[in-house]
């Protein structure tokens, strides 16, 4: 076991300043939801000139793409995620995920005949609200994984997931333009249909349960002062503890917005961005694999409190972890006082502390597949001999 992982570890070393260098690139040119086509091309390129045989535009999707190596009984998936943050850039760090999934496979497929292993890489478009890996999954991906896996960079290392349930909703409202100040009359104003939602859901918080979230933007609310808006439009994501809270909480919430409708007189569209996000199922398992080899590491886990919430922003690897034995450690690249999806967090993922971030989380991943591998006893039948919610 121990010559297997040193194997491994020698791997990615061997690969650190491409690895390195690959993560860089992505944070130098970030690209957005189901737009990220330089780095669905620039992510696979290592594996295929390491050998794996990769699919480009994967499953129909064009900024996904599968690499596979080995033969082996035990099949690790290494999930890359890469999209970026509208106007925000890789402050959530993906740069440093797509890098650390493909060196860990990088490690595991220099052992993968003598560990028993097939190694696959997913590239995932559009986890930043578009839900990619559940269009895959609808599309038969992750089919017969015995481990899915990917290390997500936070403030500090956090080892188990507790992702909020999500869904993603664009809003629009439609009334009518007129001229404000001779003919307001006229006017059906669709920016105050917004406002009145915005009432009805601050004044709904009061009685939701405290795990909840209800939050959102108004992406267009009018084009001039003199002229009534006609039309605005809106993100919104709504959380809840698990999907079958949210399909609870989802209806009170659409209460709000049909009210902006009514009060106002405009028309009312809500449309679905992708399927609601799932929690998580840890695969206890492979997790306490993980640990371990992160602690073997050097890593520290953060005790829980404020540092270490990052664990529970959702993620549509919840949905993968609801069909295969999965898990979704964060990796700290010691960025406190800044946090996920601001810009002081983005500058974070890059530089030193952000590198062995990075190398640490492919040793760990490529260690828990090795791990993986060797559980002959386990019962594949069952995820991971544990998976808790």
Known sequence: MSALKEAARRAVDRRAEELIDLSERLHADPETAWEEHRAAAAVPDLLDRAGFD???????????????????????????????????????????????????????AAVADDAGLTVEVYGTPAEEGGGGKIEMLDRGAFAGVDLAMMVHPAPVDVAEARPFAVSHSKITYTGRSAHAAAYPEAGVNAADAFTVAQVAIGLLRQHLPASARVHGVVTHAGDAPNAVPERSTGRWYVRAETLAELAELEPRVVRAFQAGALATGCELEIEPESKPYAEFRTDTTALGHYRANALALGRTFAPPGQAAR?????????????????????????????????REFAAHCVGGTAQRALLDGAVALAWTGVDRGASTGEDRSAPGGGVTA
């Open 54 to 108: 990769v699919t480009s535009a994967y499953l129909g999707l064009d900024t996904a793409f599968h690499a596979r190596f080995g033969s082996g009984p035990v099949r690790i998936a290494l999930c890359a995620e890469y999209d970026a943050l509208p106007g925000l850039g890789h402050a959530c760090g993906h740069n440093l995920i797509a890098a650390s999934s493909v060196g860990a496979a990088l490690g595991l």
């Open 310 to 342: 990052m664990n529970r922003a959702s993620t549509d690897m919840g949905n993968v972890s609801q069909v295969v034995p999965a898990i979704h450690p964060y990796i700290g690249i010691g960025s406190l006082p800044a946090t996920n999806h601001q």
